[in-house]
């Protein structure tokens, strides 16, 4: 599967992450989910075609690699973590996250849409965030992070990603941790794959400036917006002039009613 077309000059790429939204619209529950991946493949691919996206997202959980390295998680029907996890005991060697659930089911989910033409994100989880997911946050575990990252990374674009989504949770203003994360942005220039960031706190200046420097503008954050996004929902407000993704500011609730998201694709292809 090619790249997602970031560059032409129609209409924004539509995608909101909907990824527990596509669960609850399917009856699945995250369990199933997460251990089946042709139950994942459909659910996604229901999604895709009931909302109009032109990018899927394959997983949207900053707990994702931690778990696969060994964190022991309880959570909900749809995912959402119900109590404080027990981060691991001891960190095991990158290959073997990757060869772990749900690791495993995230880079097969990537590979099987891609191998229909559908674009597909592969989800990562940000620098700062996957630190404090694996233990205290002691700079070895960054080193660590952005290891896990770069195999991570290159995992989903072999399987065919059409984007790399970095999720950044935690608080980093100056998104300072993301410069151990230089080999992935490497990798991804190199697969001629786009590096999406989406940061669940506001940034700094200078933050925004390193998340330029990422993604070329394609960033999104609850308050802020790179040149090249156009947040969901946007309230009416018109399109930054360089917008070519349209995407939320964090996964839309799972109580949305579908028709709030066809009305936002249909505002963006009127």
């Known amino acids: 599967m090619p790249p997602v077309d970031l560059q032409s000059a129609g209409p924004p790429v539509f995608a909101p992450v909907v990824f527990r939204l596509a669960m609850k619209t399917e009856q699945v529950t995250f369990g199933e989910f997460a251990e089946d991946p042709t ?16 990018l899927s997202v394959c997983w949207f959980d900053t707990w994702l690699e931690a778990e696969a390295a060994g964190a022991t998680i309880a959570r909900d029907p749809l995912g959402l973590v119900v109590r404080a996890p027990q981060k691991p ?8 996250v990757l ?5 495993r089911q995230a880079i097969e989910i990537v590979r099987r849409l891609s191998l229909e033409q559908q674009a597909v994100a592969g989800m990562l989880t940000g620098a700062a965030t996957l630190r404090h997911r694996l233990n205290s946050g002691g700079s070895d575990s960054l080193e660590y992070a952005a290891e896990l990252a770069v195999a991570l990374g290159r995992a989903y674009c072999e399987a065919g990603a059409a ?28 697969y001629g794959t786009p590096v999406i960031l989406l940061g669940g706190q506001p940034l700094s200046p200078r933050g925004i400036e390193a998340a330029n420097a990422i993604t070329g503008g394609l960033f999104v954050t609850p308050t802020q917006a790179g040149s090249a996004v156009r947040p969901l929902p946007d309230n009416g ?8 993704l349209a995407l939320s500011r964090w996964e839309i ?7 709030t998201l066809l009305a936002w694709r249909h505002a963006l292809a009127a």
């Not at 229901?46 to 032109?54: Q, S, T, W």
């Not at 060869?99 to 690791?103: E, F, G, L, S, W």
């Not at 609730?253 to 028709?259: C, G, I, K, V, Y």
């Open 253 to 259: 609730d799972a109580e949305t009613p579908p028709e």
């Open 99 to 103: 060869k772990a659930a749900p690791v």
């Open 163 to 190: 984007a790399l989504l970095l999720v950044e949770e935690e608080a980093s203003p100056d998104l300072a941790e993301l410069e151990t994360f230089t080999s992935l942005v490497n990798l991804a220039r190199y």
């Open 39 to 54: 139950e994942a493949v459909y659910v996604l691919r229901a999604a895709r075609k009931l909302f109009g996206l032109d």
């Open 89 to 96: 005991a001891a960190l095991p060697a990158v290959a073997d």
């Open 237 to 244: 407000h018109p399109a930054p002039a360089r917008a070519r």
